[in-house]
């Protein structure tokens, strides 16, 4: 059965031990660990509802919605190859009672989502801007690393249209770009709460951020401690290993 749901340029992978499946481009957008490390970061609560922008192969709301006791989490993405894919991955997991992939634009959320209608917000976005780096040739993979398609400021606001007042956003980023991060974040009043810097092991510098804000909060901001992708004799972390478990 699971074959059916394959095309030729396809792979099947499996995470959590075989209990999650997921159609991958072989050659195109695959996800990475940062689409592991930010479920790993935020839990939604039961009964909620939440977006996840710029969803991919839908990998996130997969998670999430195998997970926790959401009632239902929209994945927006604009590239329709993707969208097709994520929602053979949300068939293919029976998860189609928790799980809708749009394809939409996040800069044009208005005709989908009534405002401040949504309890959360998660987003893996584009780390670069455009005039940074060298562009990947081939279009999926530049459309998730580079503000092609949207920037972070269009992120961030469009998670300010779709939150309820305290409502929550989450998201992991590149550490470079911090500054900008913060400056969108209070900019469209969201105001970051936790904080958590992602490392390679306990002798480099840090690669990733994680973060969440609320919407309209008081400013308080916790630096939780550091999370370390690998031990230094090699492998995944502990707290890496317990994330795929």
């Not at 997970?67 to 969208?83: A, M, P, S, Y």
């Not at 939780?224 to 478990?245: D, N, T, W």
Request: hydrophobic content about 35%.
């Amino acid at each position: 059965m699971e074959g059916t749901f394959l095309k030729g340029d396809e792979t099947l992978d499996t995470i959590f031990n075989g209990r999650l499946k997921i159609i991958q481009k072989r050659h195109g957008y695959r996800f990475s660990i940062d689409a592991i490390l930010l479920p790993g970061f935020f839990t939604p609560q039961e009964g909620e509802t939440g977006v996840d922008l710029g969803t991919g192969s839908g990998i996130i709301p997969l998670i999430l919605a195998s997970k926790t006791r959401v009632k239902r989490i929209f994945g927006i993405e604009i590239q329709e190859d993707l969208v097709e894919m994520a929602r053979r991955n949300v068939t293919l997991n029976h998860l189609e009672d928790k799980i809708s992939i749009i394809h939409g634009d996040m800069k044009n959320l208005e005709g989908i989502f009534d405002p401040e209608s949504i309890d959360w917000v998660t987003s893996n976005p584009p780390y670069y801007r455009m005039g940074s780096g060298r562009i990947n040739p081939h279009l999926q993979k530049a459309i998730a690393r580079h503000e092609i398609k949207g920037s972070l400021e269009d992120v961030i606001n469009a998670s300010r249209y779709l939150l309820k007042p305290m409502g929550k956003m989450a998201l992991i980023y590149c550490v470079e770009r911090l500054v900008d991060l913060f400056y969108w974040l209070r900019t469209y009043n969201l105001e970051p709460k936790r904080l958590r810097l992602v490392y390679s092991d306990s002798l480099s510098q840090a690669r990733f951020l994680l973060v969440e804000a609320i919407k309209g909060s008081g400013t308080e901001l916790k630096i939780e401690r550091p999370l370390y992708v690998y031990k230094p004799e090699g492998g995944y972390s502990e707290e890496i290993q317990h994330f795929y478990a």
